[in-house]
């Protein structure tokens, strides 16, 4: 029996795979988990001899109700946009392992998730006979992937939202030089809360989001996580091989909470993996939450690592319904409080991710720090988990630190770090500088963007 899914509110009934990536979000509100997780333990041996697409296929399998031939078609269009075969390689740094996520087409750990919804969404739409409109609001990186992943997809259009001269110039020119007739960049007078706030309310409107057949492929859609949890599996087994340690632990520098979340399902599973590590920003509700059990919201600071400059983690719902014992009632009952009071309190139950947070001044320390003393520069997301990595890791087991960006996306705290102009270059980068680009400016209402999509949407 494959495995289906259920909403951590427990509302709505079991769903297949399908349903519950085009979906995105449970009907009730709550997000859509497995209704079991298998135990790989007996085939951990076999599977550390797979390539990076075979051990993807073996995963995704466990999970989704596709063909095989299907699953295998859709992973190889996925990784060949990857500029190395292994995709996510692990190289040695100094006294840890770095797993670099970024060698996509944005240079982040998004893609590795998002190249793939990309194939797997028009096959499911081909297979409904159906459209989508897909819906993003972003503060830069997500938009970028998201784009990449869906450009060019012939029943997918998709529409981003971000708000006008306040992404960084260069994650603005990832997203609109790519001029694909199915991408839509609108640039959104205001902030990112006023793009989230548009996505709510068009999302709320029932009517018209099924009309117009709107969709959404941000971090809380499980297909997501599913794509993450292979490069734990993969990495393990890559740090085993070069340390030949039975145990081995994971930095993740983390925002919405879906990355480590990955993580989570993977040790579930059987994965032989000790310390899982969260390492927030100056942004730490998580790990005020994981230290002493205070989940409650704070202001958002702007940092030099903006991906990470979260509040609420929109993932954190699927770890709670773990830790409240699988209870959906308990889960109704914590998020009504915490989104009536903006608190939660988690204190009861085993404290099985470690957190710590990484100011600003010790997150470029550690760029300094490993482009001194290993010649190996850290993207900002990358340091802060690295910085939290170290103070909080088993001495005895190798530990692997995950690469979320590549550093070129960073130019300022490269700069800030080392003092020098000009250290982190990328030839993807350099080829955006110039070119054309395509974006419409629209006020920060939702009217407008109702207005946009009804003129631009598939089928509207
Ligand atoms: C999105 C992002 C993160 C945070 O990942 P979550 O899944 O939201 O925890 C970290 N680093 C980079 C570079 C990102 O783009």
């Known amino acids: 029996m494959s495995v289906r899914y259920i909403s951590t509110r427990g509302g709505p009934p079991p769903r297949s795979f399908s349903e519950a990536a085009l ?23 076999r599977w550390a001899r797979l390539s990076y697409p075979d051990l993807a296929f073996e995963v995704i399998r466990l999970y989704a109700d596709l063909p095989e031939d299907v699953l295998r078609r859709l992973i190889a269009d996925g990784v060949h946009r990857f500029r190395t075969p292994e995709v996510t390689p692990v190289v040695p740094a100094g006294p840890v392992h770095i797993l670099e996520l970024f060698h996509g087409p944005t240079l982040a750990f998004k893609d590795v998730a998002l190249q793939f919804i990309g194939p797997l969404f028009d096959h499911l739409l081909a297979q409904a006979g159906q459209d989508l409109n897909v819906l993003v609001a972003t503060s830069g990186d997500t938009g970028s992937a998201a784009i990449a992943g869906l450009r060019g997809r012939d029943r997918v259009r998709i529409f981003v939202m971000h708000p006008r001269g306040r992404v960084s110039p260069i994650q603005e020119r990832q997203m609109t030089t ?3 007739e199915n991408v839509f960049n609108l640039a959104v007078e205001g902030t990112f809360d006023d793009c989230q706030r548009i996505m709510k309310g068009l999302f709320a409107d029932v009517p018209f989001k099924e009309r117009l057949r709107l969709g959404a492929v941000n971090s809380v859609n499980w297909a997501r996580v599913l794509c993450q949890i292979v490069y734990y599996v993969w990495s393990v087994f890559r740090v085993r091989e070069a340390t030949g340690a039975g145990r081995v632990q994971m930095a993740v520098p983390t925002g919405n909470f879906g990355n480590v979340l990955a993580g989570y399902y993977a040790r579930r599973m059987g994965l032989p993996l000790d310390r899982l590590i969260l390492a927030t920003n100056e942004n730490d509700i998580l790990t005020r939450c994981f230290t002493r059990g205070d989940y409650s919201r704070g202001e958002v600071v702007p940092t030099l690592s903006p991906s990470m400059d979260i509040q609420v983690a929109s993932n954190f719902e699927r770890y709670l319904y773990y830790r409240l014992g699988e209870d959906p009632a308990r889960v109704r009952e914590a998020m009504a409080g915490f989104e009536g009071g903006g608190e939660l309190r988690l204190l009861e139950g085993p404290a099985d991710i470690l957190a710590g947070r990484a100011d600003t001044d010790e997150m ?15 993207d900002p997301h990358t340091a802060v988990g690295v910085a939290v990595g170290e103070r909080l890791r088993d001495p005895d087991l190798p530990l692997v630190c995950q690469a979320t960006a590549h550093p070129a996306k960073f130019p300022d705290a490269i700069r800030k770090a080392t003092g020098q102009d000009g250290l982190a270059r990328h030839p993807l980068l350099d080829a955006i500088l110039t070119g054309e680009t395509r974006r419409y400016d629209l006020p920060g209402e939702v009217g407008a963007v109702r207005e946009f999509l009804e003129r631009n949407g598939s089928g509207a």
């Open 178 to 180: 790519v001029l694909d």
């Open 364 to 378: 470029l320390a550690a760029i300094r720090r490993y482009w001194q003393e290993h010649r190996t520069l850290l």
């Open 23 to 45: 979906a995105g979000l449970a009907e009730d509100g709550g997000l859509l988990i497995p209704n079991r997780i298998p135990d790989v333990r007996d085939r951990l041996d």
